[in-house]
């Protein structure tokens, strides 16, 4: 049961995300509860001090906040990375248990657990970065749609507020989307990797209906993966 929590974790993740990301049009008030008082409502005091500093530019400041938070939540990253590694490491033994006690689901568990301790691993010590990562990274999200400062400025060619004319943040955001996948399907699961050419189709659907803010972020933020991903998934010397 943790393994299976532990591999799909990862798809609910994602569209916990996605849900989080769907249009907000209530203003933020502290006296709304604690998510806006103590998440959105500070994270949107930030994006509006970054774009203060930033000549008055709300998409520098979005890209400024994204590179932060990313930066702060890297080392639970690398977390999830080295317990996922080391699962992965275990693979062939775990088969081996699996074919051999494929008759006995209670001998197979128990030799799993086993296996387990033996080599200092917990199936569930990737999800617990993954729970960190989502109210941090979903109070982000609604920052950004609920600033009314956001959405009155405009950036490069679009206006912040409004969906982009030219589809062209979409475009980039289903593109990055899909090469961050790319470059982590090495570790992905049979399953994931079938998710790779839907997940780029639903960012650029649900990107072509959101106020631009929300695709500008995508795009950092998947870039700031990309870059991510080359360092912790390239070969590594021998």
Not at 69 to 78: A, E, F, G, K, W
Request: hydrophobic residues 50%; proline residues 7%.
């Amino acid at each position: 049961m943790t393994r299976r929590l532990a591999k799909y974790l990862p798809i609910i993740f994602t569209f916990l995300l996605l849900a989080g990301c769907a249009p907000a049009t209530t203003k933020i008030d502290p006296e709304n509860g604690i998510w806006d008082k103590y998440f959105v409502g500070p994270l949107a005091d930030i994006l509006d001090w970054f774009a203060a500093l930033l000549w008055g530019s709300y998409g520098l400041s979005i890209l400024v906040v994204t590179l932060i938070i990313r930066i702060i939540i890297l080392p639970l990253t690398l977390k999830q990375y080295k317990s996922s590694k080391r699962m992965q490491d275990l693979q062939p033994e775990l088969k081996k248990i699996k074919d051999k006690y494929k008759d006995d689901p209670k001998k197979q568990q128990e030799e799993t657990m086993r296996l387990f301790q033996a080599n200092g691993v917990n199936p569930l010590a990737g999800c617990f970065p993954l729970l960190v990562q989502m109210p941090i990274l979903i109070a982000l999200y609604s920052a950004i749609m609920r600033n009314q400062n956001i959405a009155e400025h405009s950036f490069l060619w679009m206006e912040l507020g409004e969906k982009d004319p030219y589809y062209i943040l979409p475009l980039l955001a289903a593109v990055t989307t899909y090469f961050q996948q790319k470059m982590m399907s090495s570790q992905m699961n049979p399953q994931m990797q079938n998710l790779m050419f839907i997940f780029p189709i639903l960012i650029f659907v649900m990107a072509m209906n959101f106020a631009a803010a929300l695709p500008l972020y995508w795009v950092f933020s998947n870039l700031f993966t990309i870059v991510q991903s080359y360092f912790i998934y390239r070969p590594q010397k021998k």
